[in-house]
């Protein structure tokens, strides 16, 4: 009985720190533990993603804000290296973020705001704020012809839409690596007055996947973004799905891409997350982060 109480009265002190405990024995049980095993988004981060750095073709860097307190790279933002952009080039990176997306924007409290997958409302928000995006009006201006759903097996989604100097566009954007590893060609320059593209060399691809690590060891998000011209659609030779024969199978097509460029989206810590690891460290408790890959092994 004595410690039928005890643990009563420990159960009713833990429900005033938060900690519902259901079950009196469980208490013993966490009494031992020596690892504690968490969620990162939204139990240990904010759950409030911002896009804070990113790479345009190989080299056109952007760095919104110190990536850490140890980060001294100048910061620069999307708006100046668009300033030496093409229209085209403007058009292309614009698309790739209003149309291949699932997130919209809806007004609430009297101002506009988007709802939807924090990644996308990330990635919108940075082109609203920064490229002058008007997301309403590109997607009402934009002839679709075949969307590409979101699929957790193959880390990316797509969008074609009708481009009038080229045929068709398929726009991608999914795990960095992935569409990394289909793409053969990437754009070479941000200036000119039409888009220009040159071979992917090996030497290029990996100093790409060096920047994309540097983004993932910083602990962002990378988003990469790639796209390729038809001159029909469905292109020539591909199959196409079993109840709409006006849609090309995605594996046929989302191959020899041309890169765009990736994004590193912040998912910033709760404020009370440092200080509570601290005490169980001190406590002898190891903290481990269980949380999504990029694609799987």
Known sequence: ??????LAFATTRMVKENNLVRVLRACETMGNATVICSDKTGTL???KMT????TWGSDESFNQLPLDENDRTPTTTVSEIFKQSSVAI???IIKSIALNSTAFEEEKDGHKEFVGSKTEVAILQLA??????????ERASAE???LIPFDSARKCMGVVY???SAGYRLLVKGAAELVLGQSSSLLAKMSGQQIVTEPLSETTRKHILDTINSYAERSLRTIGMVYRDFPSWPPKGVETLEDDPSAAKFEDVFKNMTWVGVVGIQDPLRPEVPAAIKKCHNAGVQVKMVTGMPFPD
């Open 144 to 146: 679709i012809v075949q």
């Open 128 to 137: 609203k704020d920064h490229l002058g995006l008007n997301v309403t009006e």
């Open 51 to 54: 896009v804070v750095a990113g």
């Open 162 to 164: 009708r481009e009038p």
């Open 45 to 47: 981060t904010q759950n």
């Open 1 to 6: 009985m004595a410690v039928t109480l005890a």
């Open 90 to 92: 403007k058009d292309l």
